[in-house]
């Protein structure tokens, strides 16, 4: 069974930084992250492959880095200048390219306000 483990989520003040980080129990060959705010779609935010490439939404550019750690099964989302829109939920996600199937993580929130 799959497990993911998120943290780093909270509170921050508008122009701050957190790093959000997901353990995976396993080895994927895509690893990243979703935010959805209630009432609309979960949307991509960033997806790292196995062997680097990165795929990041234009909303978080600039201001979001992807990043994993093969060894440890680790992604991590360094957020920095964030805004009070990138306020939600945000969700870890990793897809096993041999069974072609997806798995999500609880989720953690991510509030920005002053």
Not at 13 to 28: H, K, N, T
Not at 31 to 39: A, D, F, L
Not at 51 to 69: C, H, P
Request: glycine share 12%.
């Amino acid at each position: 069974q799959v497990q993911l483990v998120e943290s780093g989520g909270g509170l921050v003040q508008p122009g701050g930084s957190l790093r959000l980080s997901c353990l995976s129990s396993g080895r994927f060959y895509a690893m990243g992250w979703h935010r959805q705010v209630p009432g609309k779609r979960r949307e991509l935010v960033a997806t790292i492959t196995v062997g680097g490439t990165i795929n990041t939404a234009d909303s978080v550019k600039g201001r979001f880095t992807i990043s994993r750690d093969n060894a440890k099964n680790t992604v991590y989302l360094q957020m920095n200048s964030l805004k009070p829109e990138d306020t939600a939920v945000y969700y870890c996600n990793v897809w096993d390219a041999a069974s072609d199937k997806g798995y999500w993580g609880q989720g953690t929130q991510v509030t920005v306000s002053s």
